[in-house]
T-cell receptor, first 115, second 112 residues
Framework: NAGVTQTPKFRILKIGQSMTLQCTQDMNHNYMYWYRQDPGMGLKLIYYSVGAGITDKGEVPNGYNVSRSTTEDFPLRLELAAPSQTSVYFC??????????????FGPGTRLTVL | QQQVKQSPQSLIVQKGGISIINCAYENTAFDYFPWYQQFPGKGPALLIAIRPDVSEKKEGRFTISFNKSAKQFSLHIMDSQPGDSATYFCAAQKAAGNKLTFGGGTRVLVKP
């Protein structure tokens, strides 16, 4: 299993541009999450999904949108990029298997700079 | 409102020493407390976790101590090694739902 994969790894955007961060997991997890991590700060939850077709806002959703059309994919859309969105973005997934684990598995991250 | 407060922000320890990271939470609805380890350029990975029905959990050189009445928990890294140099995050989760609230992180540097 590849686990959680994210693309791209790095991206530079100009103010006002838009982009989609891709996230795919192959563990058949129900739950998927998007976090942002600013330097010296913890992870802040942007959006999460409890299953295909169901999404909800996290702590810092403004300026972002998500969709969940399949169990595997959970893309994050940035509209009208702003310098305040410069951050490292992590996608994660978790699911309840036979062991009822709560572990969230993280992808390698996307480093985004908005200039 | 920061629901999980973590300290210190950074610490330096000699090889073989003990690293101690503390976290405090406010919401008594939290019932699952994991610690995540993150190496530079990587995503966080689960290190060890505890539920409030026990006061301590040990896995190898890593131990979580939990004080329910004080709403505090801590990570102890015994016999710290240079390979333990990383950023450590505490987190908390409520029983209903699966959202984690993270602390601010502690950057640990183990000097050889």
């Amino acid at each position: 299993n590849a686990g959680v994969t994210q693309t791209p790894k790095f991206r530079i955007l100009k103010i006002g541009q838009s982009m989609t961060l891709q996230c795919t997991q192959d563990m058949n997890h129900n739950y998927m999450y998007w976090y942002r991590q600013d330097p010296g700060m913890g992870l802040k939850l942007i959006y999460y999904s409890v299953g295909a077709g169901i999404t909800d806002k996290g702590e810092v959703p403004n300026g972002y949108n998500v969709s969940r059309s399949t169990t595997e994919d959970f893309p994050l859309r940035l509209e009208l990029a702003a310098p305040s969105q410069t951050s490292v973005y992590f996608c994660a997934s978790s699911g309840y298997g036979a062991t009822m684990t709560d572990t969230q598995y993280f992808g390698p991250g996307t480093r985004l700079t908005v200039l | 409102q920061q629901q999980v407060k973590q300290s210190p922000q950074s610490l330096i320890v000699q090889k073989g020493g003990i690293s101690i990271i503390n976290c405090a939470y406010e919401n008594t609805a939290f019932d699952y407390f994991p610690w995540y380890q993150q190496f530079p350029g990587k995503g966080p990975a689960l290190l060890i976790a505890i539920r409030p029905d026990v006061s301590e959990k040990k896995e190898g050189r890593f131990t979580i101590s939990f004080n329910k009445s004080a709403k505090q928990f801590s990570l102890h890294i015994m016999d710290s090694q240079p390979g333990d140099s990383a950023t450590y995050f505490c987190a908390a989760q409520k029983a209903a739902g699966n959202k984690l609230t993270f602390g601010g992180g502690t950057r640990v540097l183990v000097k050889p």
